[in-house]
C-alpha cells in the first residue's frame, strides 16, 4: 500500500478502503486489521491483472493494424512488438555458499549491525 517505511495513518486507511477498494463504511468498520490488508491486496492484485490484459489487447490491436502492411507472407506476432516485464522469463539467480561467518559479515554490513 504505502512504498515508504511510515505508518498509514487512519485516513489513509479509509481513503483506501471505502475510496480505492470501493468498500461500504460498514464493511470498512466490520474488518480486522488482517483482513483489511488482504482485501487491500486481493484489489491490487485485481488491478494488476486488468491493467496487463489491456496492455496485451492494446499490442495485439498494434500487431492487427500493421500486419496489412508487412511484405507478403511474413506474419507479425505480439511479442515482436514489445514483451512486458510480466512475461519475461526470469533467471534463478546462482547463490554461492557461504562460511557461516561470511555471512554473518554480509548481514552485519547489509543491516548496519556493528560488534
Given at each position: ?17 471505502m475510496?480505492?477498494?470501493g468498500l ?8 480486522t486489521l488482517?483482513?483489511?490488508n ?6 491490487n ?6 491493467q496487463?490484459?489491456?496492455w ?8 492487427l493494424?500493421?500486419q ?6 511474413r506474419?507479425?506476432?505480439?511479442k ?9 522469463q ?26
Amino acid at each position: 500500500m504505502n512504498q515508504q517505511s511510515e505508518p498509514l495513518t487512519w485516513a489513509q486507511m479509509q481513503q483506501v478502503g471505502m475510496g480505492q477498494v470501493g468498500l461500504s463504511p460498514s464493511a470498512f468498520y466490520g474488518m480486522t486489521l488482517d483482513e483489511f490488508n488482504n482485501a487491500v491486496i486481493g484489489w491490487n492484485k485485481h488491478e494488476e491483472i486488468t491493467q496487463q490484459a489491456e496492455w496485451e489487447r492494446t499490442r495485439w490491436l498494434g500487431v492487427l493494424m500493421l500486419q496489412p502492411h508487412l511484405k507478403k507472407g511474413r506474419k507479425l506476432k505480439p511479442k515482436d512488438l514489445a514483451v512486458f516485464p510480466w512475461e519475461k522469463q526470469v533467471k534463478p539467480q546462482q547463490r554461492q555458499r557461504l562460511t557461516k561467518q561470511e555471512l554473518l559479515d554480509e548481514i552485519q554490513m547489509r543491516d548496519g549491525w556493528q560488534s
